[in-house]
């Protein structure tokens, strides 16, 4: 609690405007997570503080961090997913979830890398999105592959259909998903998409 304090302090003397909810004044870092308060200007408070904090506090530093475009981050997010064991009762979703947002071009060698590996887990799912981002025939053929882990399937679908190439169709098809899951209604609209794609006379 000490180090989220004085992160909280840091971030005030680097002129933070704290917000309120609910007639509440949320901290510095709640303003960062929950308001459309830029990070970009005290972005190299929170990187130092990534070293520092664990568990639930370091997840509010990495959820601060996760906005579009922002610089010298994603590098070090990989990084912290190669090391999970540095940074114990961290939900790495959030990480997966920062790098997808941040989007960092100069990262997507590594995010297939990650990808295509099961060894993470749901930590993968929302990097599905940054696959269909990459428009590379490898990030393709990556997204085709986790319709067989179950751990990103769902995601993996909903990115195919949004891709919207017809060659992931009978993949989709041919693909078991659990009734009642996200996986399920992902299908099904992802079907209804690439059908219509094909339809149309897609070109990629």
């Known amino acids: 609690m000490k180090n989220l304090e ?3 302090r840091a971030l005030l ?3 933070l405007e704290t917000q309120a909810f609910l007639n509440e004044e949320m901290s510095p870092i709640a303003t960062l997570v929950n308001t459309k308060t830029s990070s970009r200007p005290y972005k ?3 990187i130092e503080y990534l070293t520092i904090l664990k568990g639930n506090e370091l997840e509010m530093v990495i959820r601060a961090l996760s906005e579009k475009g922002i610089q010298d981050v994603s ?3 990989i990084g912290v997913l190669n090391n999970p064991e540095d940074y114990p009762n961290l939900d790495l979703w959030a990480v997966g979830n920062a790098i997808s947002i941040i989007d960092d071009s100069s990262t997507y060698d590594q995010v297939l890398t990650v990808c295509q590996d099961p060894k993470y887990g749901a930590s993968r799912q929302m990097m599905m999105t ?3 981002r990459m428009k590379t025939e490898e990030s393709f053929q990556t997204l085709i592959n986790s319709l ?3 751990s990103i399937r769902g ?3 909903e990115e195919l259909g949004k891709w919207g190439d017809p060659r992931a169709l009978e993949s989709i ?4 998903v659990k009734k009642g899951l996200f996986e399920a209604k992902a299908k099904k609209i992802a079907i209804e998409k690439l059908k219509t794609a094909a339809n149309n006379g897609y070109n990629a």
């Open 75 to 77: 590098p070090i997010l």
């Open 13 to 15: 003397e680097a002129g």
């Open 130 to 132: 940054t696959l269909r």
């Open 148 to 150: 067989q882990d179950d």
């Open 173 to 176: 098809q041919n693909v078991e």
């Open 44 to 46: 190299e408070i929170l």
């Open 155 to 157: 995601h993996a679908i």
């Open 6 to 8: 004085s992160l909280n």
